[in-house]
DNA sequence: TCCGTGACGGTGG
DNA sequence: GCCACCGCCACGG
């Protein structure tokens, strides 16, 4: 259970992400206390039992916006139409429109 | 011990 | 604004 340590931080802070919010993946990594495990996070999003298992791992998204390329749910369109079923706005270039929905603890 | 790998991030062209 | 390269950290071969 030590790697699931880490993990089980990681989705503890990734449920507190209010719906119509979102959050990076180095942001997630720094509320954790480790800013540089930014990839670990993405690691363990792509562990996650998904938000049948209370972890909304389809609010986390990369720095820029960008969604992750091989989303376990069907895509990145799928995650988008998630997203956007709570609130996010997103921008013309596809990318969530950070400025207005970046979730601040 | 060195090399390769990855749902990342920042910088530079 | 998009693309490429480099740096980070932990882990497995």
Same mark, same amino acid.
């Given at each position: 259970?030590?790697?699931?340590?880490?993990?089980?931080?990681?989705?503890?802070?990734?449920?507190?992400?209010?719906?119509?919010?979102?959050?990076?993946?180095?942001?997630?990594?720094?509320?954790? %206390?480790? !800013?540089?495990?930014? $990839?670990?996070?993405?690691? =363990?999003?792509?562990?996650?039992?998904?938000? &049948? /298992?209370? +972890?909304?791992?389809?609010?986390?998204?990369?720095?820029?916006?960008?969604?992750?390329?091989?989303?376990?749910? %069907?895509? !990145?369109?799928?995650? $988008?139409?998630?997203?956007? =079923?709570?609130?996010?706005?997103?921008?013309? &270039? /596809?990318? +969530?429109?950070?400025?207005?929905?970046?979730?601040?603890?």
């Amino acid at each position: 259970m030590d790697n699931e340590g880490f993990f089980q931080r990681a989705y503890g802070v990734v449920r507190l992400i209010p719906p119509g919010r979102v959050a990076t993946y180095g942001q997630v990594a720094r509320m954790m %206390g480790e !800013p540089r495990k930014a $990839r670990y996070v993405g690691f =363990a999003m792509h562990s996650s039992p998904g938000l &049948s /298992g209370g +972890v909304p791992c389809h609010r986390v998204v990369f720095a820029d916006g960008s969604l992750a390329p091989g989303f376990a749910f %069907g895509g !990145p369109e799928e995650q $988008r139409r998630m997203l956007e =079923a709570e609130g996010v706005g997103f921008l013309a &270039s /596809g990318k +969530v429109d950070m400025r207005r929905f970046e979730w601040e603890a």
